[in-house]
């Protein structure tokens, strides 16, 4: 699911460019070691807005600029 790739890869990039690990990132978003690993390992079937929201937090950012990252550029509608 290209949705799915591209979230993991954003997460991926802000802990490059935060220079934080998962393990940091669990810990400072309060989100569970497990639950960031099926993320990152796209075994879990939607990660969930709140999820998210929490990672975000970790991060120290926004939804908005979680969403606003060059990954998503190329994604212009999610059709159901």
């Known amino acids: 699911m290209k949705e799915k790739s591209v979230i993991v890869e ?3 990039n802000l802990c490059k460019e935060k220079r934080m690990s998962y393990y940091a990132l669990s810990y400072r978003s309060a989100v569970p070691m ?8 796209e ?4 990660p969930g ?3 998210i ?6 991060f120290g950012v926004t939804l ?3 969403f606003d990252g060059p990954e ?3 994604i212009e509608r999610f059709e159901t």
């Open 64 to 66: 908005s600029e979680f």
């Open 10 to 12: 954003r997460i991926d």
């Open 34 to 41: 497990s639950t960031l690993i099926h993320i990152v390992e």
């Open 49 to 51: 807005v709140l999820t």
């Open 72 to 74: 998503f550029e190329s």
């Open 43 to 46: 075994s879990t079937a939607n």
């Open 53 to 58: 929201g929490k990672l975000c937090g970790g």
